[in-house]
Structures are given as C-alpha cells and as structure tokens.
C-alpha cells in the first residue's frame, strides 16, 4: 500500500523548487495537450474540467483558456497552496484536496479530465480512471500521463549490485496499464508511448532532479538507512553510464492516454 501521506508531504516540501526542477513534466504536459480536441478554436470547448494532480499549477492557465469553469485537485495540500498563490487565472477554479482514487466529486458532472503525471503515484491505477469514469459526462474525456516500467532504469541499474533493497519505485508495464484502461470501461481513443531521457552533469543533480519536484518517496523503503560506502558504490556504478558528451543519462518512459466516456 502507498503511504499516501507520506507522498504528499515530499510534494508539499517540494512546492517552491517544483517548477525550477520540472523538466520532464513541462515536455510531458506540452505533448499531452497536444492530444486533446478542441483546443485550435479559441472557444470554452469544455463547460467543466479537472486537473487531476495539478501540482504547482502549470497546466491551470491553458486549461482555464478553454473551460468554463474548472477543479484543481491534488493530493498535497503544500502543491495547492502554492497553486493558488502563483497563478492569476482568467477564471477562479474549485480548490480540492483529494486524493484521485476517492475523489468527492458529482457522477456526470465533468468534461473533461486532465491529469500529467500524477497517477503512477496511485496504489492501482484502475481506481482513479474509474472513478473520472463516474464522474465524467456521456462523451467526456480523460487525458492522462504516466510513467511505464523501464523508467530510472539508470538508478535501478546502479543500485541493483549494492543492495537488494528498494531505491526506486516500480512503474506499470504497458500490459498492466492496458488492463487499467480496460477496467475503467472508458473508451481508449489514443495510447501512445515513448521514451525521454534526460541528461545531467553529476548523481547529485540527477538525484536533485527528483528531490526538487518532491518525486523523491520511495514505497515500502527498508528502514535501514543506507551507508556512506552504498552511497558511494551507487554513484560509481552510475558514474559508468556516461555518454559520450560526459553527461549522466535518466530515462523516463512515458504513456499518453487519451480516454473516452461512451
Ligand atoms: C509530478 S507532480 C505533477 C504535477 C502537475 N500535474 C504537473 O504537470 O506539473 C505529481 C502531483 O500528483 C499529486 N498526487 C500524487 N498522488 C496523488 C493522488 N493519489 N491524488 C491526487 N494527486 C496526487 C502530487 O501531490 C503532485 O502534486
């Protein structure tokens, strides 16, 4: 089971460097959008939009663009907060702290549900996408992304000949996010998926990068903390994986999901 607490406090203490740090969220975000309808007019397509794990806000501006009226909700109350304070939107959303797999939202009473890279932090990812399936109208729309196994495979690859414990997270494979889908009984219109991979200048700021958006929890991590001599037997190995140009790779393995209530 996922200490979701737990989760929402790194987030929290993460609210101020989240949007510093945020890279890979900024590249997923933009393609995302890229998938929904409706957006090329100008118009209010949608009368009543989510953003599901809105975070530090980054989607709210484009989203209140096109929306009559729009929900921001997300686990870490520290992330809405900063939310709140840091965005001068067109339209004044419903602030909502909740958890996506128990969202205390009307059946039908949506348009359209966003949500970047939020549900990996889910204990099943069924749930949620359930749950916008209740509570989106006939014909309303769900667009998500997730992270798919094989991401970080660079820090599980480093740690794997330290120790046996958990440093990293373990994402779905896409079988096991089809079945999601599947389960949600919402429509798939579109799932794609790719890779992104980052690069950095040293461990330290490969770690930074996870530390800075608050993506730092590991579940279920042994309480043993680990030793110097680990530390540094992880950054040795993760030393090795330099390219050709001197920098560190990260990998991130993406799916986009473009989902429909029938
Ligand atoms: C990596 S951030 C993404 C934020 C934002 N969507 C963006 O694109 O910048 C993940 C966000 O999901 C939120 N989150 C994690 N688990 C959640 C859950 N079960 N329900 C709602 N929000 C959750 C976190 O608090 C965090 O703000």
Redesign the pocket.
Known sequence: MID?SA??RC?GKAAAS?DQH?VL?RL??DKLLGYLPGLSNGSKAYASTV??????G??LPTLAHYSESLIA????FG?LAYAQQHHQLPLQPHWLN????ALPLQSSSIDLCV????LQ??DDLAM?LIEVSRCLKQGGLMLFSTLVSGSLNELTLSWSSVNEHRHVNRFLSEPEIKASLLKSGLSVESFQVEIQTMYYSSVKEVMQSLKG???NHVHNKDARPTTRGELRAFKANYETLRDNQGLLPLSYKLAYCLLRKC
């Open positions: 979701k989760v929402a987030f989240y945020a969220q997923s975000s953003d599901l794990g809105c975070g530090s980054a989607l909700v997300d686990l870490s992330m909740a958890d996506a797999e949500s970047n890279l939020a932090w889910c949620p958006i608050g993506a």
